[in-house]
């Protein structure tokens, strides 16, 4: 596969729309209001990143076959020992879970080299035993993204990666060119960011686990680009849920790569979405937590009745039998609640209910 130089990695850029522009420019913006008005108290903000790593840890590994729910993983983190569970969903969760959980706490002092980029896989597969033998290093054998049957013979290569051979000098070439693009003012940072994702995957540097740590670079690079919200609201679970799409996109732009009308646009594209659905959730989230910080302790055990209970229709003889709170303060919290839009109403007299607003939360 012929591998673009460091002036092909700069004409893709060029690929994008106007219209991707001006997005880019307003996740950037969106995300400065998180910049500017996340004084939550810390007690809230460590609820909020514990809450995106079980969901991301997930939803990354869903992606790629894994049968967990977020359920069985937090309760996994929560009471249950990891070492029980010698599955090897389990294993791929666990090393997700606190390779994001580095990320997010040291982001700040992580330099995107190549060697880091290989320590990061090697945790990535730290308890996965079928990778014990590949885990931090690029792959020595090739690893074409295929079509098979039923039985596992190939049918189709759908598209070609980097040859074994050819994947430590393309890899060197693709960290040089982001570490140079991401620093010029010509060029958003989120569209480098994208573009450079699009290429690691192109290249499938590693014999197995690229597409969850592609995420985890993701992760990682916004952060380092200034996106503060990211740990608070798991853009994993966002691609989970457009996942077609999510590989649709990078097919249809990595299908031009190598030919003479390269482009990123339907990768770039695909990629500025999701981060606005993130932000905009970061900034959902934000407004509920100050909010939550309004509360009295009895507003607040009632509000946290309803988080445990999205689902649920919850009446006042519920919240009676279930909490603490007496039936004349439970219906101040219900008004309060109500006020404030964190809560709807439906019914009237005793068949009255309540539902969380997923408007809101």
């Known amino acids: 596969?012929?591998?673009?130089?460091?002036?092909?990695?700069?004409?893709?850029?060029?690929?994008?729309?106007?219209?991707?522009?001006?997005?880019?420019?307003?996740?950037?913006?969106?995300?400065?209001?998180?910049?500017?008005?996340?004084?939550?108290?810390?007690?809230?903000?460590?609820?909020?990143?514990?809450?995106?790593?079980?969901?991301?840890?997930?939803?990354?590994?869903?992606?790629?076959?894994?049968?967990?729910?977020?359920?069985?993983?937090?309760?996994?983190?929560?009471g249950l020992k990891w070492e029980k569970m010698k599955n090897r969903d389990t294993q791929e969760v666990k090393g997700y879970y606190e390779l994001l959980q580095f990320i997010y706490d040291?982001?700040?002092?992580?330099?995107?080299?190549?060697?880091?980029?290989k320590e990061f896989h090697a945790r990535l597969m730290k308890y996965s035993e079928k990778d014990v033998w590949h885990k931090g290093n690029y792959k020595v054998i090739e690893n074409d993204i295929e079509m098979q049957d039923a039985d596992g013979k190939t049918i189709t290569v759908l598209f070609e990666t980097s040859k074994a051979l050819e994947t430590p000098g393309h890899?060197?070439?693709?960290?040089?060119?982001?570490n140079e693009a991401i620093t010029s003012p010509k060029y958003h940072k989120v569209i480098v960011i994208a573009a450079f994702i699009v290429q690691f995957l192109k290249i499938h540097p590693f014999q197995d686990g690229n597409g969850r740590l592609s995420r985890i670079l993701t992760d990682l690079l916004l952060l380092k680009a200034n996106y503060e919200y990211i740990p608070y609201v798991s853009l994993e679970k966002i691609i989970e849920e457009s996942k077609a799409d999510y590989y649709i996109a990078l097919r249809a732009s990595q299908l031009t790569f190598g030919s003479h009308h390269e482009s990123i646009e339907?990768?770039?594209?695909?990629?500025?979405?999701?981060?606005?659905i993130q932000v905009n959730a970061a900034l959902d989230l934000l407004s509920v937590a100050?909010?939550?910080?309004?509360?009295?302790?009895?507003q607040n055990i009632i509000w946290n009745y309803f988080k445990e209970h999205t689902d649920d229709r919850i009446s006042v003889g519920t919240l009676e039998q279930n909490t603490v709170v007496n039936r004349e303060t439970i219906r101040q919290a219900l008004n309060k609640l109500l006020t404030l839009k964190m809560i709807e109403r439906f019914g009237a007299g005793r068949s009255t209910y309540y539902l969380v607003n997923k408007d809101k939360y």
């Open 1 to 78: 596969m012929e591998y673009p130089n460091k002036s092909q990695l700069y004409k893709r850029l060029t690929t994008v729309t106007r219209e991707q522009e001006l997005l880019a420019t307003e996740v950037a913006t969106l995300s400065g209001q998180w910049t500017g008005g996340a004084n939550l108290s810390q007690q809230i903000l460590n609820h909020l990143k514990r809450s995106s790593l079980v969901t991301s840890a997930g939803a990354s590994t869903r992606i790629e076959g894994s049968k967990l729910s977020d359920e069985e993983i937090r309760a996994m983190i929560g």
């Open 266 to 276: 339907r990768w770039t594209g695909f990629f500025l979405n999701i981060c606005r």
């Open 106 to 117: 040291n982001y700040a002092n992580i330099d995107v080299t190549e060697n880091n980029i």
């Open 290 to 298: 100050r909010m939550e910080q309004d509360l009295s302790e009895n």
């Open 171 to 178: 890899m060197k070439e693709l960290v040089e060119w982001y």
